[in-house]
């Protein structure tokens, strides 16, 4: 599937601009990835995290889907924090990091103008999404950050059949299809960090409870 995915050009407008994003002055001279961004990690682990889309300057330069931008750090630092990873940082695709137990991935894998993928690409890419879930049969958890990626777990699970009827986003709360139980916090932007919609010590909290679940 890596291969397909990354050669994916469905979605025209999201080719473009992953491919002629303008790099900014503080990557300037650097090679941008400028494809899709696969999904990564333990394909046997119990949980699996669901981010947005790759971001202009992170995941579309580094490769590496929550690789190398503000949303990344902030993340892996709280999954390291809560055992689920195996370093605090996400710099770079050869920087050594390793999910525990746990496989990461974007509802859409290619970087959005403004992070915002139209409804017509969210539905593009559920494709990719579909065949994540199926080759990581040992999952048991979801972890969808934000409402963006907990529509497309929805749309996931009721296309394949599951009842999916008045389950809603909550911060920090989770909802339940048989055999797997999905939890829902705010994304990690810097705008949900820097306003203190999302809190550390709460998000933290529910990775820790995640963890517990998962069985670890
Ligand atoms: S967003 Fe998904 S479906 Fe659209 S071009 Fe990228 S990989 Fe393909």
């Not at 709280?78 to 999910?99: F, H, I, K, P, V």
Request: proline share 5%; glycine share 10%; charged share 25%.
């Amino acid at each position: 599937m890596y291969k397909q995915v990354i050669g994916c050009r469905k979605c025209p407008r999201l080719v473009d601009f992953r491919e002629n994003v303008k790099i900014t002055p503080r990557f300037d001279g650097e090679k941008f990835w400028r494809k899709p961004v696969p999904g990564y990690g333990d394909t046997k682990g119990h949980l699996m995290i669901v981010g947005l889309a790759p971001a202009a300057s992170g995941g579309n330069r580094t490769g590496r889907i929550f690789t190398g931008d503000k949303s990344a750090e902030y993340l892996v630092s709280a999954l390291y924090e809560a055992g689920l990873c195996s370093q605090a940082t996400s710099t770079s695709r050869n920087d050594g990091l390793r999910y525990i137990d746990s496989y990461i991935t974007a509802a859409v894998k290619c970087a959005p103008p403004d992070n915002k993928p139209t409804r017509e690409e969210q539905l593009n890419c559920l494709v990719y999404l579909d065949a994540e879930f199926l080759c990581n049969d040992d999952l048991n958890c979801i972890l969808a950050l934000g409402h963006f990626a907990f529509r497309s777990i929805l749309d996931r699970f009721k296309f394949a059949g599951f009842e999916t009827k008045g389950m809603k986003f909550k911060n920090g709360a989770y909802c339940e299809i048989p055999g797997i139980r999905i939890y829902t916090s705010y994304h990690p932007t810097p705008r949900n960090v820097n306003t203190g919609r999302l809190k550390r010590m709460e998000f933290v909290g529910m990775l820790k409870e995640i963890r517990k679940y998962m069985g670890q």
